[in-house]
């Protein structure tokens, strides 16, 4: 299928040729292969991305980055995805979980301290929110921050953090005021090395050469110049964020769907079955069919988003929408090319990666639950 560019910028084109280019030297078929198998962290391909500059993608120019757009976030977003959902969520959790809430709420100190080091790949970053009793409910987090001194001492439990246990520092959640609920939230930036904080990879279906972690704090000590935002005020720092969040995920399934069409599009043309190509069965053909059409509509959600939101619209509804759609079109996809490959779909390789890659497209980043959840007050409901 012709890769479609709906409208997107000279720039836009290039930018994506180029860190294709770079991903194809440095993270070939087999070693992405390896890489699932052992699950092991993209180091190589991380730094690669780092050296060419492609860290410093959303940041502001003030502080040395590119200050790219939605859109321009989400073609590149698109493009790591495509390649590799696990070097794109390595990207995405040092550069946008922990990255962009710095930028976006740290003081000026903390953004000199992290920003250039984070930019330069020197620093990797992940968010911890999600507790054992507390998943979709995030104010429900228990994990107690309590004041002592000029600090805050951290006792408490959390799960399914990716990339913690490659981590530096983290951007946690922390209740400072547990009888507040929402309002009792505050973010705090943790050191990995500091006594009392424990890490510990977990065994999931796919994307695993970014593990996610049980996070472990007892009597974790962090300095109170180390808040983000105000004490109390984390729950609007949350927020803040989620609008980027999901349109890249959604724009990362965008590039996934694509890929699964590429790879089963290739065994098509090769496989014979009853003395002919199985690509000249018309069931064959039809799920092609189908998977082109929710292909391009996570596609149109994802940039048609992206450009309301380049325009400011708040399009809090439709990038609820956008992650929704793509998702689940993701997945969906990958369920017809398992199936299109028949038992070479089923076993090691590619395209058995890729579905298990996309079953967490739903789950991450807000359920499509909690989504549909919004979508429908968005509608007054
Ligand atoms: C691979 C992976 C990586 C992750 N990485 C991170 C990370 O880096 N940092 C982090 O903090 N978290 C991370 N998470 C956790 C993720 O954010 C949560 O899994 C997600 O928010 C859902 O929470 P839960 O799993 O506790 O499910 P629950 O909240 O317990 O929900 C269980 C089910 O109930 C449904 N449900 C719950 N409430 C409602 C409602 N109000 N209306 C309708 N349905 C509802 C949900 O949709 C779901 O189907 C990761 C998860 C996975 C699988």
Redesign the pocket.
């Known amino acids: 299928m012709p890769y479609k560019t709906f409208g997107f910028t000279e720039e836009q084109i290039l930018m994506r040729d180029s860190v294709l280019g770079l991903l194809e030297r440095v993270l070939p078929p087999e070693k992405i292969s390896a890489q699932d198998k052992a699950s092991e962290y993209p180091h190589e391909s991380f730094k690669a991305l780092a050296d060419a500059g492609w860290l410093t993608l959303p940041f502001d120019e003030a502080y040395g980055g590119m200050g790219a757009g939605y859109k321009d976030f989400a073609v590149f977003i698109e493009a790591l995805g495509y390649h590799y959902p696990g070097i794109r969520t390595a990207y995405m959790?040092t550069v946008v979980?922990g990255g962009l809430y710095i930028q976006n709420l740290g003081s000026e100190a903390l953004k000199q301290e992290f920003l250039p080091p984070i930019m330069k790949g020197e620093r990797r970053m992940?968010?911890?929110?999600?507790e054992p009793q507390?998943?979709?409910?995030?104010a429900g987090i228990r994990l107690r921050a309590t004041r002592d001194g000029d600090g805050y001492v951290l006792n408490g439990q959390?799960?399914?953090?990716?990339?913690?246990h490659e981590s530096d520092y983290l951007v946690v959640?922390v209740k400072t005021d547990p009888e507040a609920g929402r309002k009792g939230i505050s973010l705090v930036i943790v050191d990995t090395t500091d006594p009392g904080f424990e890490a510990r990879p977990m065994d999931?279906l796919?994307?695993r050469s970014t593990l996610?972690n049980e996070v472990f704090f007892d009597d974790v000590r962090v300095p109170a110049s180390r808040l983000l935002g105000e004490e109390n005020g984390g729950w609007k720092g949350l927020m803040q964020g989620l609008n980027l969040e999901r349109i890249l995920i959604a724009a990362a399934a965008s590039g996934q769907c694509l890929k699964i069409i590429e790879i089963a599009k290739q065994f098509v043309e090769d496989r014979k079955a009853f003395g002919k190509r199985i690509a000249d069965f018309q069931a064959v053909a039809h799920k092609f069919a189908e998977m082109a059409m929710m292909t391009e509509t996570a596609r149109l959600h994802t940039y048609s988003t992206a450009e309301m939101l380049d325009a400011g619209e708040d399009a809090i509804q439709e990038t609820a929408m956008a992650k929704v759609v793509a998702t689940e079109n993701n997945f969906k996809v990958a369920d017809l090319g398992v199936h299109i490959m028949g038992a070479a779909g089923y076993v090691q390789g590619d395209m058995q990666r890729l579905f298990r890659d996309a079953r967490?497209g739903t789950?991450?980043?807000?359920?499509?639950?909690?989504l549909?959840?919004v979508i429908a007050q968005r509608m007054e409901l």
């Open positions: 959790t979980y992940a968010v911890a929110m999600t507390s998943g979709s409910d995030v959390k799960v399914y953090i990716t990339n913690a959640a999931p796919g994307s996610l967490l789950i991450g980043g807000g359920t499509s639950d909690i549909r959840n």
